[in-house]
């Protein structure tokens, strides 16, 4: 049979106290109230219980036989924030309930118990507990809609990667990061070869795996820290912070060799021949002092890429 506190739908009480008298009446007037119900003796076992479950209320005696009644609810609300805690004591006193108060417990009662009283009390601390979830739910709710339309902004639908637009604020950030601290940055400008004559051939859908098949590719064969961005139709642009030089070089001749190599899947069988794809290297501040000067000089490179024969890269050498 199921557990009744697996399904969620029964309030949960926690009894803890050491006489068994003020236990079983507890539990008897909660399992009344329909509560799922568990009693124990000491601070140590209502722990271990709180450790393993949440509960919505927690019924506690002022002085345990192993702990205060305010250790104990400091313990349970660093495990359970949201439960509420209600202490019961035969022996009140005006400086133990205002430290229990101050603490976060919910109520203060002396025994003999009122049983009205004590419902009344617990239903006033299900009410408040509720309205904190359900507030804290939708606040949560309301964050993760805000996250998600904010990544459908900056990624492009297809690739997954990062979009036209996030492309130039993440080239503004990474510049401007390298001017302060005097690293050197490279741009890769990438253009798939003929894509145009490819899509024609074998289709839309065809030409669309193509950009994923590399995009996995480009994420393979970059670092962790790179920037991978679909610049638009069959281009990529890929952002390298603190990477100049033979560095840069390494990078565009491993992209060219690993697309060239790569098999291309249409509709389940490979076809013949191989895409290939041209690059155009800029640095910064080799090539350029500022962001769109870095852009077109990239641009620019890769036009000399095109000219030189495709598949290849430009500046050969840096």
Same mark, same amino acid.
């Given at each position: 049979?199921?557990?009744?506190?697996?399904?969620?739908?029964?309030?949960?009480?926690?009894?803890?106290?050491?006489?068994?008298?003020? /236990?079983?009446?507890?539990?008897?007037?909660?399992?009344?109230?329909?509560?799922?119900?568990?009693?124990?003796?000491? +601070? =140590?076992?209502?722990?271990?219980?709180?450790?393993?479950? $949440? @509960?919505?209320?927690?019924?506690? !005696?002022?002085?345990?036989?192993?702990?205060? +009644?305010?250790?104990?609810?400091?313990?349970? =609300?660093?495990?359970?924030?949201?439960?509420?805690?209600?202490?019961?004591?035969?022996?009140?006193?005006?400086?133990?309930?205002?430290?229990?108060?101050?603490?976060?417990?919910?109520? @203060?009662?002396?025994?003999?118990?009122?049983?009205?009283?004590?419902? !009344?009390?617990? &239903?006033?601390?299900?009410?408040?507990?509720?309205?904190?979830?359900?507030?804290?739910?939708?606040?949560?709710?309301?964050? =993760?809609?805000?996250?998600?339309?904010?990544?459908? #902004?900056?990624?492009?639908?297809?690739?997954?990667?990062?979009? %036209?637009?996030? $492309?130039?604020?993440?080239? *503004?950030?990474?510049?401007?990061?390298?001017?302060?601290?005097? %690293?050197?940055?490279?741009?890769?400008?990438?253009?798939?070869?003929?894509?145009? /004559?490819?899509?024609?051939?074998?289709?839309?859908?065809?030409?669309?795996?193509?950009?994923?098949?590399?995009?996995?590719?480009?994420?393979?064969?970059?670092?962790?820290?790179?920037?991978?961005? /679909?610049?638009?139709?069959?281009?990529?642009?890929?952002? *390298?912070? !603190?990477?100049?030089?033979?560095?840069?070089?390494?990078?565009?001749? /491993?992209?060219?060799?690993?697309?060239?190599?790569?098999?291309?899947?249409? @509709?389940?069988?490979?076809?013949?021949?191989?895409? *290939?794809?041209?690059?155009?290297?800029?640095?910064?501040?080799?090539?350029?002092? *500022? =962001?769109?000067?870095?852009?077109?000089?990239? &641009?620019? @490179?890769?036009?000399?890429?095109?000219?030189?024969?495709?598949?290849?890269?430009?500046?050969?050498? #840096?």
């Amino acid at each position: 049979m199921e557990d009744e506190r697996e399904k969620g739908k029964r309030v949960s009480a926690l009894i803890v106290d050491d006489d068994e008298e003020i /236990r079983a009446s507890l539990m008897e007037r909660f399992q009344e109230a329909g509560y799922f119900t568990d009693v124990t003796p000491n +601070g =140590k076992d209502a722990i271990d219980k709180v450790k393993e479950f $949440f @509960y919505n209320i927690a019924v506690v !005696e002022v002085e345990l036989p192993d702990m205060t +009644g305010l250790d104990f609810l400091k313990m349970i =609300k660093n495990i359970h924030p949201d439960t509420s805690v209600i202490f019961i004591t035969a022996k009140p006193s005006l400086e133990n309930s205002v430290s229990a108060l101050n603490a976060g417990a919910n109520a @203060y009662m002396m025994k003999p118990l009122k049983m009205e009283e004590m419902m !009344e009390h617990i &239903d006033e601390a299900l009410d408040r507990q509720r309205a904190i979830i359900e507030t804290r739910e939708l606040l949560f709710a309301e964050r =993760k809609k805000r996250e998600f339309y904010q990544y459908l #902004s900056i990624i492009d639908g297809l690739t997954d990667l990062y979009n %036209h637009r996030h $492309f130039y604020e993440l080239l *503004t950030q990474e510049v401007a990061r390298s001017a302060r601290y005097e %690293h050197p940055l490279s741009l890769l400008m990438i253009d798939i070869d003929d894509f145009k /004559r490819f899509n024609d051939s074998y289709g839309h859908p065809a030409g669309d795996k193509v950009l994923q098949d590399i995009t996995r590719l480009f994420k393979e064969n970059c670092r962790r820290v790179d920037y991978i961005c /679909r610049y638009g139709g069959e281009e990529f642009a890929i952002i *390298t912070p !603190e990477t100049s030089g033979k560095n840069v070089v390494h990078v565009a001749r /491993r992209l060219v060799n690993k697309v060239r190599e790569m098999k291309i899947q249409i @509709y389940g069988s490979s076809i013949e021949g191989n895409l *290939t794809i041209s690059i155009g290297l800029a640095g910064y501040p080799a090539d350029a002092k *500022t =962001k769109d000067d870095l852009i077109i000089k990239a &641009d620019q @490179y890769l036009l000399e890429a095109k000219k030189s024969g495709k598949d290849c890269f430009y500046p050969s050498s #840096s």
